[in-house]
């Protein structure tokens, strides 16, 4: 995709590959992991606190008190931790590096923006663009509109000779306005897709609003960036996320041009985090041609830090006034009573094509990554487990259903029996403006049980966290922690509000969420997610203890060092 104008997108591109110097310094080149004694700082062990960690190599030889390791390791280099705190390495189990880093070359508007706002900005981008150029970018509110929607006209009378496609914050809906869908084709008697809507206004005719795989009659319209745009997009994405410690994520919407961008990445050894690439199903993302084609390949695409063996379903939408979400009771009614349609949202996947999927890929061994925001989705996802389990037997990979912004408490009960791992997007929540949309369209009643991680917990079940970024304004994890545990806005931002209060968590379980949960879920918990002698040298360190300080100040940590096995890869 592409900004509204090339100065301006040159700017950003300018902007976007400084980022990691202004964050700290991503360490870039072969670096040879050296033997080292870290000593005088906090080491988080599962069996208590140390003072000291020696690591060998891309391993850790051993924890415990300076002194003995100082005996045992003559010869390693000693570093000073200056009693700074170590833990492992956190982990991003569903995030968007790639969008994340395109984004920054897009006609971008800040999260909340009000609609003179983005006219704004969106007008700035128009007068630098030539006519009939592409203005793309994000990411707007519907709570920002009041009882309005955005139209069309509203983008025709500042981009009169540009067609323009805006990404929802969501990044389930595409504003157009009408040159863009002119150049989509669409009319008033063009049908919903399967899998989306086409919003039309009292007179029938397209209004601008494109829900799911509607967007992509627009969205594949606009001109694709080149592969040196995504490889650079994509490092920015990652080099963000190292800066704030997360060492492992999963890539929650891989493309084949994403593939692309990996192995570029990989070739050039500048891919630093381990990374899970998750290769995208579904009619939203256009085709699946290749998809079949891709997976039989997905060997040649494993590298040491990349591996795909992961598939996403996106089995419904958001529950905003986009209705998208697969509920099972209806959505609130609006302020005269009426409920909009689609009342109780869209299954995007019915079970019929799911199951013998979920079935397939999981005889070959490949994770299913679930968008499921509503309980109705979230449901339709654990009975696909479930079949895999009685066709293929019990020992399969480990699925995930992500978001889980509602779910059933029956539902949460099985996930344990069939070994479904519950994730969940702390990050969303606060200060993210999307909660105003989802209070809107769900309810009040039905928020006082909106991401229940306390009950996931108690189930005994996996429990996990992404960010879900770009979708969130950041991809700082120490957000999403402080988050879990005080369910409440960071830095005393919107004071009074909290989100289902009864699901908070301790400080202890949200870092085990981050890590040795997270290995688990990654399949290598025998050799990561905590710091004990044997394990992979991937640990961070940390500016506090975030154990020690009050949890609302738990998003003001600051990591300044991040390591994979024992190589530093970010230093502050």
């Known amino acids: 995709m592409v900004s509204g104008s090339a100065a301006i997108r040159e700017g950003i591109q300018r902007v976007a590959m400084a980022a990691p110097i202004l964050i700290g310094l991503i360490v870039s080149g072969q670096a040879q992991a050296a033997d080292m004694l870290l000593t005088g700082g906090q080491v988080y062990t599962p069996s208590g606190w140390v003072d000291a960690i020696a690591v060998q190599g891309d391993r850790i030889a051993a924890v415990g008190d300076a002194a003995t390791l100082g005996k045992r390791y003559p010869a390693f280099k000693t570093v000073d931790l200056a009693g700074k705190t170590v833990i492992p390495g956190l982990h ?40 009939g150029e592409w203005i793309s970018g994000g990411r707007w509110a519907a709570s920002s509109f009041g009882d309005a929607s955005p139209t069309r006209q509203m983008l025709d009378r500042i981009a009169p000779n540009n067609p323009v496609a805006l990404t929802d914050i969501s990044g389930h809906s595409t504003w157009a306005n009408s040159l863009a869908l002119k150049a989509a084709g669409i009319t008033r008697a063009t049908p919903n897709p399967e899998g989306g809507i086409i919003e039309h206004d009292a007179a029938g005719e397209p209004n601008g609003l494109l829900r799911e795989s509607a967007a992509q009659l627009v969205r594949q319209k606009i001109p694709a960036p080149t592969p040196e745009q995504n490889a650079q997009a994509l490092k920015t994405g990652i080099d963000m996320l190292v800066s704030y410690g997360v060492t492992t994520l999963v890539d929650a919407v891989v493309t084949p041009e994403g593939l692309s961008a990996y192995q570029t990445l990989t070739a050039r050894n500048q891919l630093k985090a381990h990374v899970r690439g998750c290769l995208v199903y579904g009619r939203g993302w256009g085709d699946n041609s290749s998809f079949d084609q891709i997976i039989a390949d997905r060997a040649r695409y494993t590298s040491a830090k990349f591996k795909l063996d992961c598939v996403k379903v996106f089995e419904d939408g958001v529950p905003t006034e986009s209705h998208t979400a697969a509920l099972i009771d209806p959505y609130a009614p609006d302020e005269h009573g009426q409920v909009k349609d689609p009342q109780r949202g869209l299954l995007l996947v019915q079970p019929a094509e799911l199951d013998p999927l979920v079935t397939r890929l999981d005889k070959q061994g490949i994770t299913v990554k679930f968008h499921a925001a509503g309980d109705q989705a979230s449901r339709t996802a654990l009975d696909a487990i479930a079949a895999a389990r009685k066709a293929n037997g019990p020992n399969g990979p480990t699925h995930d259903v992500g978001h889980l912004t509602f779910i059933q408490p029956e539902d949460m009960q099985r996930a344990k029996a069939i070994r479904a791992t519950l994730e969940f997007s702390p990050y969303l929540w606060f200060p993210s403006p999307i909660n105003d949309d989802i209070i809107k369209a769900s309810g009040a009643e039905r928020i006082k049980r909106v991401w229940p991680v306390r009950e996931g917990l108690d189930s005994g079940a996996l429990v996990v966290a ?41 400080i202890k379980e949200a870092i085990d969420i981050f890590t040795i949960n997270a290995a688990r879920q990654f399949g290598y918990a025998d050799s990561h997610g905590t710091i004990e002698a044997g394990k992979a040298a991937d640990f961070i360190i940390l500016d506090r203890n975030p154990f020690k300080i009050a949890a609302t100040d738990l998003h003001k940590v600051v990591v300044t060092q991040s390591y994979v096995g024992g190589e530093l890869i970010y230093q502050k």
């Open 92 to 131: 991003d189990m569903h995030v968007h590096p790639l969008g994340a880093g395109l984004a920054l070359q897009q006609c971008k508007f800040e999260q909340g923006s009000s609609p003179q706002q983005i006219f704004d900005v969106v007008a700035a981008c128009v007068k630098a663009a030539k006519p």
């Open 466 to 506: 992404g960010s879900d970024w770009s979708v969130i304004p950041s991809a700082n994890p120490w957000i999403g922690i402080e988050t879990l545990v005080t369910r409440r806005a960071p830095d005393g931002q919107r004071p009074g509000e909290s989100y289902g209060p009864n699901e908070a968590i301790t």
